[in-house]
Nanobody, 115 residues
Framework: QVQLVESGGGLVQPGGSLRLSCAAS????????MGWYRQAPGKQRELVAT???????NYADSVKGRFTISRDNAKNTVYLQMNSLKPEDTAVYYC?????????WGQGTQVTVSS
């Protein structure tokens, strides 16, 4: 079992920045990859960024060049640095951990980009 706790969401103006954190606990040694997904009202959950245990990253086209995913293995924490935020980035952001074919999810944190 893996437990995930997100933090760092909030309200920010267009062009602003936020950093999300996701702390993992439990069977963390078995995690293959971690990532961030988001779900806007009336839309399906979509991938934002992922990072493997080896440090390889992957980003959605819509966030490339603006968002950066990173991990601190000593703290068992994954971060999502979000810069140049746009209103269309407004969503609930969920942390994900993949263990084999099983996915674990955090409770989600709201990010609202509005003036």
């Amino acid at each position: 079992q893996v437990q995930l706790v997100e933090s760092g969401g909030g309200l920010v103006q267009p062009g602003g920045s936020l950093r999300l954190s996701c702390a993992a606990s439990g069977s963390i040694f078995s995690i293959n990859a971690m990532g961030w997904y988001r779900q806007a009202p009336g839309k399906q959950r979509e991938l934002v960024a992922t990072i493997t245990s080896g440090g390889r990253t992957n980003y959605a086209d819509s966030v490339k060049g603006r968002f950066t995913i990173s991990r601190d293995n000593a703290k068992n924490t994954v971060y999502l640095q979000m810069n140049s935020l746009k209103p269309e980035d407004t969503a609930v952001y969920y942390c994900n951990a993949r263990v084999g074919v099983k996915n674990y999810w955090g409770q989600g944190t709201q990010v609202t980009v509005s003036s």
